[in-house]
């Protein structure tokens, strides 16, 4: 069995990071850290809970004066790469939040988010004073350093898995978009994807706001038009019209003249949990002009408790003749994932066609 994310905090680890805080402060207690850390409810504990435990315990064992002990961790930071050293920004999260400390710990995050990200531990300061974090954001748009750019845009994602959601963003993100057009040409392909990200996010809140947004910036960049059509995925996904226009698919308002003679089969139509079956699907593109069109097919998951949740998966996107009949395959594993468990129940599966359901069949998940 794969390990966990979360194993990636244990007691090897605690030790080498204890070990890496004494050289830089004598007075540190690495086995009484370790078994603070490590009580009785450690194993309970999923990432992010082990995540704030350890930055939340290391404040108890490193000087009670918040510089002094953020000038340990500063001192040995660039030992300290990688995503488990997320709890370093924490740290700052959870220690470095009065009025006071405020430059020190915008500062602290800059440093840190070099090394592993700050785009969690920003979003506190945001929610404390949404004026003054995001006037700290711009600065960080343009910064030299592509991470510090890349947390001006992660750090303010509306919805940032795994992060608190930012309510104030959901209902007006014109200062995320003020971020956004700042950085919609940035050289760097990691911080360009954050954008795609910030601006899926936003569609999903505002998707009004972000197909205007793609109007005024499409077409005069290369790069910026790839930032668009990653942004306006979900928008897309749904079939929304003044989106799929946007990007040329073909129009579905008369569907009888976009796509004919759809099918879609499962094979076997009952399966065990962690096994794979067989999906095939046809259809015919109408004779005349060339048309973009977007195929994916569309699982309604049973869940714990009996209800559905849709989940898209890509076939094919590309521009086809008229007249072409198109056809395909592909195999779907129902095995159990870190991300997803599966229940049984039937499942409807739906062939997708610029977002519109073309066909359907079922599938019945019985118990592994």
């Not at 990636?8 to 007075?27: D, I, P, R, T």
């Not at 229940?343 to 997708?352: N, T």
Request: aromatic share 10%; hydrophobic share 40%; with cysteine.
């Amino acid at each position: 069995m794969s390990e966990l994310l979360k194993d990636v905090y244990n007691k090897n680890f605690l030790l080498e990071f204890g070990s890496k805080v004494q050289a830089a402060y004598s007075a540190f207690d690495i086995a009484a850290f370790i078994a603070l850390v490590m009580d009785e409810t450690w194993d309970g504990l999923e990432l992010k809970a082990r995540t704030r435990r350890i930055s939340e315990k290391l404040g108890t064992f490193l000087p009670g004066r918040y510089e002094a002990a953020l000038d340990i961790l500063t001192a040995i930071a660039d030992t300290c790469v990688g995503f488990p050293y997320l709890l370093f920004p924490d740290f700052v999260a959870v220690y470095g939040q009065a009025e006071e400390h405020w430059d020190i710990s915008m500062k602290a995050l800059e440093n840190f988010t070099q090394k592993s990200s700050a785009e969690f531990a920003i979003r506190p300061f945001i929610l404390r004073d949404p004026e003054r974090a995001m006037c700290q954001m711009t600065a960080w748009a343009g910064h030299s350093n592509e991470h510090v750019r890349r947390l001006a845009s992660e750090g303010c994602r509306p919805r940032l898995p795994w992060g608190m959601a930012l309510q104030v963003f959901k209902e007006d993100p014109s200062q995320v978009l003020a971020i956004l057009e700042q950085l919609k040409t940035d050289p760097s392909l990691y911080v360009r994807k954050s954008v795609a990200n910030n601006l899926n996010d936003i569609s999903k809140d505002n998707p009004s706001l972000v197909i205007d947004t793609a109007r005024q910036w499409i077409g005069v960049n290369p790069d910026t038009d790839w930032i668009l059509r990653q942004g306006c995925r979900t928008l897309i996904r749904a079939g929304n019209p003044e989106a799929m226009n946007l990007f040329g698919y073909a129009s579905f308002t008369d569907v009888d003249r976009l796509i004919t003679g759809a099918s879609f089969f499962v094979l076997p139509a009952e399966l065990k949990i962690g096994e794979s079956c067989e999906l095939k699907y046809e259809l015919d593109i109408p004779k005349g002009g060339p048309v973009h069109i977007r195929i994916e097919y569309a699982i309604d998951f049973v869940k714990s408790r009996g209800k559905k949740s849709r989940k898209l998966f890509l076939l094919s996107d590309k521009t086809v003749a008229g007249g072409t009949h198109l056809s395909g395959s592909r195999t779907h594993s129902f095995a159990d994932l870190t991300v997803r468990r599966h229940y049984p129940g039937d499942h409807r599966l739906v062939l997708m066609v610029n977002g519109r359901e073309e066909a359907h069949t079922t599938l019945k998940i019985t118990g592994g």
